[in-house]
């Protein structure tokens, strides 16, 4: 096992709600474009979620890899789904994408569980 991801996921959410009291107007301000992004109608929300995932991977944040796996794994990708999606990171990101698609796959297979 790479990472206990169900584990990142707690422990992130002890610093997000951190910054949330910190600075309420700026995780206020991302919240409202959180939920802009999952708006609209012209792509579904696991759609939009396997978009975050790729980019999450090609950018190499594993918090943001833990909280897309999950949000894929909840709107009800296919591992099937996940891999292709995986193909599309790596060829964007080269290289360091293999490792961090890898760290996203077993994400994915963790939550999704």
Same mark, same amino acid.
């Not at 999606?85 to 077993?106: D, K, N, Q």
């Given at each position: 096992?790479?990472?206990?991801?169900?584990?990142?996921?707690?422990?992130?959410? #002890?610093?997000?709600?951190? +910054?949330?009291?910190?600075?309420? $107007?700026?995780?206020?301000?991302?919240?409202?474009?959180?939920?802009? /992004?999952?708006?609209? =109608?012209? +792509?579904?929300?696991? =759609?939009?979620?396997?978009?975050? +995932?790729?980019?999450?991977?090609?950018?190499? *944040?594993?918090? *943001?890899?833990? @909280?897309?796996?999950?949000?894929?794994?909840?709107? #009800? /990708?296919?591992?099937?789904?996940?891999?292709?999606?995986?193909? =599309?990171?790596? @060829?964007?990101?080269?290289?360091?994408?293999?490792? @961090?698609?890898?760290?996203?796959?077993?994400?994915? $297979?963790?939550?999704?569980?």
């Amino acid at each position: 096992m790479i990472e206990d991801w169900r584990e990142l996921i707690e422990n992130m959410n #002890g610093g997000v709600r951190d +910054l949330r009291h910190g600075a309420p $107007d700026v995780m206020k301000s991302f919240s409202e474009m959180a939920r802009a /992004a999952h708006g609209g =109608t012209a +792509l579904d929300g696991k =759609t939009k979620e396997l978009i975050a +995932l790729a980019i999450a991977v090609a950018t190499r *944040c594993s918090p *943001c890899i833990a @909280y897309h796996a999950e949000g894929a794994a909840k709107k #009800g /990708a296919s591992r099937e789904e996940i891999l292709e999606t995986m193909a =599309t990171a790596i @060829y964007m990101g080269a290289g360091p994408s293999v490792m @961090y698609a890898a760290h996203a796959l077993e994400a994915f $297979d963790q939550l999704a569980a």
